[in-house]
């Protein structure tokens, strides 16, 4: 039996057809425009418009850095702001991408896990309890990957009230699922809130704007991260592709893409959710952003292994029915996996079918 894959964090996204007529229009009239290193100035100031704290002057505290990826832009920001023996401080569960991350960039990881009988709520106290003086990054992800849970206007205003107490500690939030919601509210950026000169912004187009596979994303930071940022990128790789660039501002101008990927998810979303709903304490809080479900299947472990050994075991068991998912050990959360529903309705039918004769 060919197993089907909940694991991949890219969804099944078609590149946008308006998308693909704008770079169909660039290639018919040649040549391409040159980019600067930081980016093509109408993306640049098409991402700034996004951000109401952000202005396009030379007022503006934060500056804007066009990456090959969101990924690059973790790494530029971290690489740019780590000093010798610094640590990171990481909201766990986590996106399994940002430990390599922090190790290559320099710097130390340390975990800060929240609870999901919670809702995974941050609590200030928690915050300022796990900071240390030798934390100079608070790192995570809004929506978060694996969870889903989106963190409020308020919860990032007392976020940041605990952090402006320790003026050398940067707060980096990766928002690259901020298009996926099926709340009432938008993501709030981190931006948006009463910003800080040491808040960090990276996103991309690869999840919420369905450009997988176009390999663009960017950051926000102090004028002074942003200009170390592209002078790295300068020596070491250079522009985004102008196409990937072209790709980019054609989904923020037109933000009906989001909208419509998240309607497209609409119906997955319920599959899973109902699923889900049928296995008793597997998820008390609905994921409200994200294409994941991050269910606690803890009550399916083999009881005599080790936590981690008995979430390989279980992984491995949903993979033998015929379905990959992602361990949630590698999220720092043994025991629940990570599922994504952005995949063909059909194949998801068939995989939650297949689960079903594990989980029951
Ligand atoms: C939270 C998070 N950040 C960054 C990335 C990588 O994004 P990109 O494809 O833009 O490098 C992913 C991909 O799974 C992700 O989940």
Avoid at 298 to 314: F, G, I, K, T
């Amino acid at each position: 039996m060919k197993p089907i894959s909940l694991a991949s964090g890219y969804g099944n996204f078609s590149t946008p057809p308006t998308v693909l007529a704008r770079i169909q229009q660039h290639l018919a009239n040649q040549p391409l425009p040159h980019s600067a290193t930081a980016g093509l100035p109408e993306l640049r100031n098409a991402l700034r418009l996004r951000y109401s704290g952000l202005q396009t002057d030379e007022n503006s505290t934060h500056e804007l850095v066009v990456t090959p990826g969101t990924k690059a832009a973790l790494f530029l920001a971290l690489s740019a702001v780590l000093r010798p023996g610094d640590e990171v401080l990481l909201l766990t569960p986590n996106w399994f991408g940002f430990a390599e991350l922090v190790k290559a960039a320099g710097g130390f990881l340390r975990e800060l896990p929240l609870s999901p009988t919670d809702n995974y709520a941050l609590r200030p106290e928690a915050v300022r309890a796990a900071l240390t003086p030798r934390t100079r990054v608070l790192l995570f992800s809004n929506p978060n990957n694996p969870t889903g849970r989106i963190y409020t206007r308020p919860e990032l205003e007392a976020l940041l009230a605990v952090t402006a107490q320790f003026p050398e500690l940067f707060v980096l939030a990766d928002e690259i699922y901020d298009g996926i919601r099926f709340g009432e509210e938008a993501v709030p950026s981190l931006l948006s809130c009463s910003t800080a000169p040491r808040s960090v912004v990276v996103n991309g187009f690869s999840k919420s704007h369905a450009l997988v596979g176009w390999n663009i994303g960017y950051l926000a930071a102090a004028r002074w991260i942003a200009d170390a940022c592209t002078a790295r990128l300068f020596t070491t790789g250079g522009a985004v592709a102008v196409l990937s660039q072209l790709a980019a501002l054609e989904t923020v101008e037109n933000p009906a893409i989001s909208a419509a990927l998240c309607q497209q998810l609409w119906l997955n979303r319920q599959l899973m959710l109902n699923f889900l709903a049928a296995l008793p304490g597997a998820l008390s809080h609905p994921p409200l952003g994200t294409y994941y479900a991050f269910p606690d299947l803890r009550a399916y472990l083999l009881p005599h292994l080790p936590l981690p050994e008995a979430s390989a075991d279980l992984v491995a068991r949903l993979l033998a029915a015929g379905v990959e998912v992602v361990d949630g050990t590698s999220c720092g959360a043994p025991g629940f996996v990570r599922m994504s529903y952005a995949v063909a309705s059909s194949e998801l039918q068939e995989a939650l079918r297949r689960l079903a004769t594990v989980l029951r």
